[in-house]
């Protein structure tokens, strides 16, 4: 049974960084990419960042450049990713997601989500 279980979340005052993990089993972790999602407050889904498992390539998208960084343990089955300067418009349940492929703009298809770790970013 494939399992993704995130933590890390919590309050943050703006400014402040954070770093979320995910461990995964369940499955072969080092042979597929692995995603970051979130999603605000009353809006939609927005992928984030993936790490994938052939050359380790890594994207991000724009929001995310410069502040996010993803990264992975496959020794561990982890995946990680650490925010700095985090904004109130950072607050969101941040996800972990296996797989997925990249459209040339962001990553969809993944196919199995964890049940996310909420991140309140606030004074």
């Known amino acids: 049974e494939v399992q993704l279980v995130e933590s890390g979340g919590g309050l943050v005052q703006p400014g402040g960084s954070l770093r979320l993990s995910c461990e995964a089993s369940?499955?072969?972790?080092?042979?597929?990419?692995m995603t970051w999602v979130r999603q605000a407050p009353g809006k939609g889904l927005e992928w984030v960042s993936s790490?994938?498992?052939?050359?380790?390539?890594?994207r991000y998208a724009d929001f995310a450049k410069g502040r996010f960084t993803i990264s992975r343990d496959n020794a561990k089955n982890m995946v990680y990713l650490q925010i700095l300067s985090l904004r109130p418009a950072d607050t969101a349940v941040y996800y972990c997601?296996?797989?997925?492929?990249?459209?040339?703009?962001?990553?969809?298809?993944?196919?199995?989500w964890g049940k996310g770790t909420l991140v309140t970013v606030s004074l």
């Open positions: 790490f994938n498992n052939n050359g380790g390539r890594i």
């Open positions: 997601a296996k797989g997925g492929s990249f459209s040339g703009r962001e990553y969809y298809g993944m196919d199995y």
């Open positions: 369940g499955f072969n972790f080092g042979g597929y990419a």
